[in-house]
């Protein structure tokens, strides 16, 4: 997962499709998908940067330990 900019900005990238299927799961919607730079053949999934996602994404770590 990589934030766009700081915390002040918009949208929030996500780069595992496990992460974007939780979120989605739990009704967050993708703002739009792009190539990912770092890797050319995958994409990413944008979200919007808001206090909920960044408590959703805490939540799915929680799982992964």
Same mark, same amino acid.
């Given at each position: *997962? =990589?934030?766009?900019? =700081?915390? =002040? +900005? ?5 780069? $595992? %499709?496990?992460?974007?299927? !939780? ?6 919607? %993708? ?5 990912? %730079? !770092?890797?050319?053949? +995958?994409?990413?999934?944008? !979200? +919007?940067?808001?206090?909920?996602? $960044?408590?959703? *994404? ?8």
């Amino acid at each position: *997962m =990589n934030k766009v900019n =700081n915390n =002040n +900005k918009e949208n929030y990238v996500i780069r $595992t %499709i496990a992460m974007t299927k !939780f979120l989605t799961d739990k009704g967050f919607e %993708i703002v739009d998908t792009l190539p990912n %730079i !770092f890797e050319p053949k +995958k994409v990413v999934w944008l !979200f +919007k940067n808001t206090p909920e996602l $960044t408590e959703a *994404m805490s939540q799915y770590k929680g799982l992964e330990k």
